[in-house]
């Protein structure tokens, strides 16, 4: 007895449907492809066979192949279309999916969306910022009458969220009869993404109330709304909330209680709900080494970075970011380097995050050249790089690269920021750009609706100080309406200094003096001046003053990194192991430069005793020490990377640009105020700091 024909094709069929549906779910694509020849062959093609195969190319990635068979399937209907575009969605192709929306709506194919292919395009156009074609297809939605639909609400609430436009989110929000979990997670979300914390916190209310059940979305958001505000008693609270209802095994979750900790300034909490999770991954590793890096705990975090490796866990790109970032608080150079040989090898270094990492490493440890390629051999640049390099090049004194560098961003239609013009400022102020600061300041910073903070006045300050228009300076902090801090008054009084101007520096530091009677700095500068100007009697009052106060000069403090290991020099400490190698390479040092011009500034030794033995003391100032040890056990003509906690005296400068032409060194000393690159007699901050 035989099958009718018709009953042989219909198993025949519903046989090929359960096999894609199989090959689909378990990304079978040989065993589809199998299924997909036969159809050809066969020519049985119907317009579900052709969806779940497009459905099976979406799905193991090949967008192409399902690309093709969309393009030449003779009946085509709303599941098709909605199936490329989730495809094109999740393979990371946005635009496409909102093509082929497009395609769909206003197009050849004109099918009405449904709920499903709204959501998807509005997915879409969240994805990339798309806010124009998100109105337009919400606008879509309205004439469909599918507004109410809340798989529609929530998805136009996450593409307005994700868009920033909170009013339209807000509109959204409250015109709906009723509310899910997602839309309150959107809302709380959207308005931390837009930096609006009481406008979250309202949202949060109402979710306390209508919503009894949280999910791990809604813890995140909520510790994340925690962190923002910096708020760790109602964060604990939610921390407790978490314990009690057995959320902590969520891995997104974990990492928001540790971030919510070190946010909030509490490292211990943080390193604490770490070792207490049942189960460790690279999230939670990474969370815990950025509480650590946020707090100025760097070696800590390092030592995590350590124990990750040794247990097995392999770091992600943020990881070796939070890592770097370490490093480049530690200004450890030798173990940035191989952090860096470390994500080459596995793959991260190409991480937009660990490539801003390394040139924030680089720059902060004294590289520049490193930094410099670090931002080169990206493989694309965001604000972030542009600002860190323009940044980077200002603070070491090259202020014709940091301009160039402005000038190519605009080039590259990025758009500039707040913290951008800081270094163009002060670039301009390296070079003596009087007139072109102040355009930046008063025409392209409003131009581009920047408002300028302390921080650019500041520069402007700098900018005037440096071309020797000290009353200017002055004139411009009197009349600029901002709320000045000591930086812009120390940055005066130093120009104040080296200017020769004492009469004004007098009156600056007494100004100083009066807004922070324990500013250390001021006391050396104001002590320095009436030395220089041979007032004894003006020293011995600031010596007097001080003893009054109880205000002790901090001492020098410098230290090299060589083979990994960190070695700490403290002016006139003679404690070191290595202390009579490096007296002896100092007074070599010394002679070697006597013969081509250094004769001791003893206005720099602040000791009241005869000038020989002022001249003694001042051999044994940290940075000295520092660079003689380095010059003792570096190879030769290798450069010498030297940190130090206080500004450089007039004399160490005026000698480590000596040392550089004796020993043919590059030897770069970072100092309280910026970076020194000594090289061939030459300092790149042209002998202004």
């Given at each position: 007895?035989?099958?009718?024909p018709?009953?042989?094709a219909?198993?025949?069929?519903e046989?090929?449907?359960?096999i894609?549906?199989?090959?689909?779910?378990?990304k079978?694509?040989?065993?589809?492809?199998?299924?997909?020849?036969?159809?050809?062959?066969?020519?049985?093609?119907?317009v579900?066979q052709?969806?779940?195969?497009v459905g099976?190319?979406?799905?193991?990635?090949?967008?192409s192949?399902?690309?093709?068979?969309?393009?030449?399937?003779?009946?085509?209907?709303?599941?098709s279309?909605?199936?490329?575009?989730?495809?094109y969605?999740?393979?990371?192709?946005?635009?496409?999916?909102?093509?082929?929306?497009k395609?769909m709506?206003?197009?050849?194919?004109?099918f009405?969306p449904?709920?499903?292919?709204?959501?998807?395009?509005?997915?879409?156009?969240?994805?990339?910022?798309?806010?124009?074609e998100?109105?337009?297809?919400?606008a879509y939605?309205?004439?469909?009458?599918?507004?109410s639909?809340?798989?529609?609400?929530?998805?136009?609430?996450?593409?307005?969220t994700?868009?920033?436009?909170?009013?339209?989110?807000?509109?959204?929000?409250?015109?709906g009869s009723?509310?899910?979990?997602?839309?309150?997670?959107?809302?709380?979300?959207?308005?931390?993404?837009?930096?609006?914390?009481?406008?979250a916190?309202?949202?949060?209310?109402?979710m306390v109330?209508?919503?009894?059940?949280?999910?791990h979305?809604?813890?995140?958001?909520?510790?994340?709304?925690?962190?923002?505000?910096k708020?760790?008693?109602?964060g604990?609270?939610i921390?407790?909330?978490?314990?009690?209802?057995?959320?902590?095994?969520?891995d997104?979750?974990?990492?928001?209680?540790?971030?919510?900790?070190?946010?909030?300034?509490?490292v211990?909490?943080?390193?604490l709900?770490f070792?207490?999770?049942?189960?460790?991954?690279v999230v939670s590793?990474?969370?815990v080494?950025?509480?650590?890096?946020?707090?100025?705990?760097f070696?800590e975090?390092?030592?995590?970075?350590?124990?990750?490796?040794?247990?097995g866990?392999?770091?992600?790109?943020?990881?070796?970011?939070?890592?770097?970032?370490s490093c480049?608080g530690?200004s450890?150079?030798r173990?940035?380097?191989?952090?860096?040989?470390?994500?080459e090898?596995?793959?991260?270094?190409?991480y937009?995050?660990?490539?801003n990492?390394?040139?924030?490493?680089?720059?902060?440890?004294?590289s520049i050249?490193?930094a410099?390629?670090?931002?080169?051999?990206m493989?694309?640049?965001?604000?972030?790089s542009w600002?860190?390099?323009?940044?980077?090049?200002?603070?070491?004194?090259?202020?014709k690269?940091?301009?160039?560098?402005?000038h190519?961003?605009?080039?590259?239609?990025?758009?500039?920021?707040?913290?951008?013009?800081?270094g163009v400022?002060?670039?301009?102020?390296?070079l003596?750009?009087?007139?072109?600061?102040?355009?930046?300041?008063?025409h392209?910073?409003?131009e581009?609706?920047i408002?300028p903070?302390?921080?650019?006045?500041?520069?402007?300050?700098?900018l005037?100080?440096?071309?020797?228009r000290?009353?200017?300076?002055?004139r411009?902090?009197?009349?600029?309406?901002?709320e000045?801090?000591?930086?812009?008054?120390?940055?005066?009084?130093?120009?104040?200094q080296?200017h020769?101007?004492?009469?004004l520096?007098y009156?600056?530091?007494e100004?100083?003096?009066?807004?922070?009677?324990?500013?250390v700095?001021?006391?050396?500068?104001?002590?320095?001046?009436?030395s220089?100007a041979?007032?004894?009697?003006?020293?011995?009052?600031?010596?007097?003053?001080?003893r009054?106060?109880?205000?002790?000069?901090?001492?020098?403090?410098?230290?090299?990194q060589?083979?990994?290991?960190?070695?700490?020099?403290?002016?006139?400490d003679?404690?070191?192991?290595?202390?009579?190698?490096?007296?002896e390479?100092?007074?070599?040092?010394?002679?070697?430069?006597?013969?081509?011009?250094?004769?001791?500034?003893?206005?720099c030794?602040?000791?009241?005793v005869?000038?020989e033995?002022?001249?003694?003391?001042?051999?044994?100032?940290?940075?000295?020490?520092?660079i003689?040890?380095?010059v003792i056990?570096m190879?030769?003509?290798?450069?010498?990377?030297i940190?130090?906690?206080?500004?450089m005296c007039?004399d160490?400068?005026?000698a480590?640009?000596?040392?550089?032409?004796?020993?043919?060194?590059?030897l770069?000393?970072?100092?309280?105020n910026?970076?020194?690159?000594?090289?061939?007699?030459?300092?790149?901050?042209?002998?202004?700091?």
């Open positions: 007895m035989h099958t009718a018709s009953s042989q219909s198993a025949s069929r046989s090929d449907l359960h894609l549906k199989v090959s689909t779910e378990s079978n694509l040989a065993l589809g492809n199998a299924v997909h020849a036969r159809l050809i062959k066969t020519s049985q093609f119907d579900v052709s969806n779940h195969l099976l190319y979406c799905k193991c990635d090949r967008l192949a399902a690309r093709q068979l969309f393009d030449e399937m003779p009946e085509r209907n709303g599941v279309c909605n199936l490329l575009m989730a495809g969605l999740h393979g990371g192709f946005p635009t496409q999916a909102l093509s082929v929306f395609l709506s206003f197009g050849e194919l004109l009405h449904n709920e499903y292919v709204f959501a998807t395009a509005l997915a879409s156009c969240a994805d990339i910022s798309a806010l124009d998100g109105r337009q297809c919400h939605v309205l004439k469909s009458g599918l507004v639909h809340s798989y529609v609400r929530n998805a136009l609430l996450h593409m307005y994700k868009c920033l436009d909170m009013e339209y989110a807000l509109g959204v929000f409250w015109g009723d509310f899910d979990l997602f839309a309150f997670n959107s809302m709380i979300n959207g308005f931390l993404d837009n930096g609006q914390q009481s406008e916190k309202n949202i949060l209310s109402r109330k209508e919503i009894a059940q949280w999910d979305v809604s813890y995140v958001s909520v510790l994340g709304l925690c962190a923002d505000s708020d760790p008693k109602f604990g609270q921390h407790g909330q978490i314990l009690r209802r057995g959320m902590e095994y969520n997104f979750v974990c990492s928001a209680i540790v971030d919510m900790y070190g946010k909030c300034s509490d211990q909490n943080a390193v709900a070792h207490e999770l049942p189960g460790k991954n590793w990474t969370a080494m950025a509480s650590c890096t946020q707090n100025g705990h070696e975090s390092l030592k995590l970075f350590i124990q990750m490796a040794d247990d866990v392999r770091a992600n790109g943020l990881t070796y970011a939070v890592a770097l970032n480049a530690l450890a150079l173990s940035g380097d191989a952090l860096n040989g470390h994500a090898k596995t793959g991260c270094k190409s937009l995050s660990v490539g990492a390394l040139i924030n490493m680089y720059s902060k440890s004294g050249d490193d410099t390629k670090a931002f080169t051999s493989l694309n640049q965001d604000i972030i600002n860190s390099i323009i940044n980077a090049y200002s603070h070491f004194g090259f202020a690269g940091a301009l160039e560098t402005f190519n961003m605009l080039a590259e239609e990025e758009t500039p920021t707040y913290v951008t013009f800081i400022l002060s670039a301009c102020a390296h003596g750009l009087v007139d072109e600061g102040f355009y930046y300041l008063n392209l910073m409003r581009l609706g408002e903070g302390k921080e650019h006045y500041t520069c402007m300050v700098g005037l100080c440096r071309a020797g000290l009353d200017e300076a002055d411009f902090m009197r009349d600029t309406r901002t000045w801090d000591i930086v812009a008054r120390r940055t005066l009084l130093s120009a104040c080296v020769g101007n004492h009469g520096g009156k600056v530091a100004h100083i003096l009066q807004l922070d009677p324990d500013d700095g001021t006391y050396i500068s104001l002590s320095n001046m009436y220089k041979r007032r004894w009697d003006g020293v011995v009052k600031v010596r007097k003053l001080m009054q106060r109880d205000i002790k000069k901090e001492p020098g403090v410098s230290w090299i060589i083979r990994n290991e960190t070695h700490v020099f403290v002016s006139e003679k404690k070191h192991p290595w202390m009579d190698q490096i007296t390479k100092v007074a070599e040092l010394i002679t070697e430069i006597k013969l081509i011009g250094y004769v001791p500034n003893i206005a030794a602040s000791h009241d005869e000038d033995q002022k001249e003694e003391y001042l051999r044994y100032h940290s940075e000295k020490l520092a003689a040890f380095g056990h190879p030769p003509g290798a450069a010498i990377y940190m130090k906690n206080l500004r007039d160490c400068h005026v480590v640009k000596l040392i550089s032409i004796v020993t043919n060194r590059k770069v000393v970072r100092d309280a910026r970076f020194h690159c000594f090289e061939s007699g030459c300092c790149s901050c042209d002998d202004y700091w």
